[in-house]
């Protein structure tokens, strides 16, 4: 069965600290991930993707993420966060026409 | 470009009850995947739809059925609402095999 895993429920960073949220996969085949990001009211924005290539892949707004097979992961980082970073972030795997979303990892960036 | 748009926004209805939640997708657009977002929870994929029919699901029961019109638009359909439907609903498009979905901004759903 497929699954994501976000192992951060909530994550509580002052401004410019550095930002590190967990996300593991396990898919029986290929699978595409994703990170989401939900501000407070709005839809789900796609903040990066990883298809193939390069592990390391950018996104909107400074975050990046790395795919490490050997770990099945795919975490989200920023060197540093701001208060407008504050926010719903979703890890998700699609495979097959279907996405498989983590529970969400919330961040609150104190000013 | 016209992003994806759901309507309405807010809806209340009471257990027992039926309730028809509608998506209109981003241009160029064609398939159209549905989703669950309990409280405190990450989206749960209901099902998809392609050229008017469904091309997947997820585990939900058969009350929870849909439909997808020749422009692409789509609708959700719930019967016998339960109080744990209450969520909000998510729809995204895409286009056929892509995996790249363009989510809409829900719809909040209550029941009483």
């Known amino acids: 069965a497929q699954s994501v895993s976000q192992h951060n429920h909530h994550v509580i960073l002052s401004e410019a600290a550095s930002l590190e949220l967990g996300c593991n996969y396990s898919y029986g085949g290929t699978v595409n991930l994703f990170w989401y990001v939900q501000y407070p009211g709005q839809h789900l924005q796609l903040l990066l993707k990883?298809?193939?290539?390069?592990?390391l892949v950018k996104g909107i707004k400074g975050f990046e993420a790395e795919f490490i097979k050997s770990k099945f992961s795919f975490n989200l980082r920023k060197p540093s966060v701001q208060w407008s970073d504050t926010a719903e972030y979703f890890c998700?795997?699609?495979?097959?026409?279907?996405?498989?979303f983590g529970d969400g990892t919330t961040l609150t960036v104190k000013p | 470009e016209t992003g994806v748009t759901q309507s309405p926004t807010h809806l209340i209805k009471t257990r027992g009850q039926q309730v028809t939640l509608r998506c209109s997708s981003q241009s160029g657009h064609n398939t159209v995947s549905w989703y669950q977002q309990a409280l405190g929870q990450g989206p749960q994929f209901i099902f998809q739809y392609y050229r008017e029919e469904e091309n997947g699901r997820g585990n939900f029961p058969p009350r929870f059925s849909g439909l997808q019109f020749p422009n692409y638009s789509s609708e959700l359909n719930v019967n016998a609402l339960e109080l744990d439907d209450s969520a909000l609903y998510l729809c995204a498009s895409s286009e056929y095999r892509a995996d790249t979905q363009y989510f809409g901004p829900g719809t909040r759903l209550t029941v009483l």
């Open positions: 998700a795997g699609h495979n097959a026409g279907k996405s498989t």
């Open positions: 990883y298809f193939s290539g390069d592990p």
